[in-house]
T-cell receptor, first 112, second 111 residues
Framework: GEQVEQLPSSLIVQEGASVLINCSYTDSASVYFPWYKQEPGKRLQFIIDIRSNMERKQNQRLTLLFDKKTKHLSLHITATQPGDSAIYFC???????????FGSGTQLTVMP | GGIITQTPKFLIGQEGQKLTLKCQQNFNHDTMYWYRQDSGKGLRLIYYSITENDLQKGDLSEGYDASREKKSSFSLTVTSAQKNEMAVFLCASSIEGDTQYFGPGTRLLVL
């Protein structure tokens, strides 16, 4: 079945820095890739998504890049703030499936 | 907008006990999910339901039962709690296979 690998597992940066979170998947039938953020003590929050017919999507300081050939995604966060500190999860779902497969998460810490 | 609520927020059980977790959503979504989140791992799907009275097993269904009595609610039962088990159980809902919205979680500790 589908496997999703996410790297790095943790990142510590200074406020204002940019970060890159990478995600790779194995199932070429995967068509939809939502990303979630989980702040301490809070519920998972949807932040951005991309479909397999797109290469790039931007939402304010978030940019999501998708490479179908290499089965790779990367989430770029610019001008980080302490409020961005959270665990970030990538996920993938295949066409016709309801099962979302998650990566193991990236713990981002932004130091003021 | 809608919301997903989960009860209880914290659940402490004894080894071998049957424990039930509940989830309610008012998004009017057809599909609901139960995930388990362990520290250092991603979310793993236990059960999902694409409509009322439907049940589908996820990768982690062994040791669990689920019940979807009505569209807005989805229950999960730990059939026999394992000693020292500690995890967070997350409920989610969506329209078919689209973006999933999550509840706040139930934290389980088995003594």
């Amino acid at each position: 079945g589908e496997q999703v690998e996410q790297l790095p597992s943790s990142l510590i940066v200074q406020e204002g820095a940019s970060v890159l979170i990478n995600c790779s998947y194995t199932d070429s039938a995967s068509v939809y890739f939502p990303w979630y953020k989980q702040e301490p003590g809070k519920r998972l929050q949807f932040i951005i998504d991309i479909r397999s017919n797109m290469e790039r999507k931007q939402n304010q300081r978030l940019t999501l890049l998708f490479d179908k050939k290499t089965k790779h995604l990367s989430l770029h966060i610019t001008a980080t703030q302490p409020g961005d500190s959270a665990i970030y999860f990538c996920s993938a779902i295949s066409s016709g499936s309801w099962q979302l497969i998650f990566g193991s998460g990236t713990q981002l810490t932004v130091m003021p | 907008g809608g919301i997903i609520t989960q009860t209880p927020k914290f659940l402490i059980g004894q080894e071998g006990q049957k424990l039930t977790l509940k989830c309610q959503q008012n998004f009017n979504h057809d599909t609901m999910y139960w995930y388990r989140q362990d520290s250092g791992k991603g979310l793993r799907l236990i059960y999902y339901s694409i409509t009322e009275n439907d049940l589908q097993k996820g990768d982690l269904s062994e040791g669990y039962d689920a019940s979807r009595e009505k569209k807005s609610s989805f229950s999960l039962t730990v059939t026999s709690a394992q000693k020292n088990e500690m995890a967070v159980f997350l409920c989610a809902s969506s329209i078919e296979g689209d973006t999933q919205y999550f509840g706040p979680g139930t934290r389980l500790l088995v003594l």
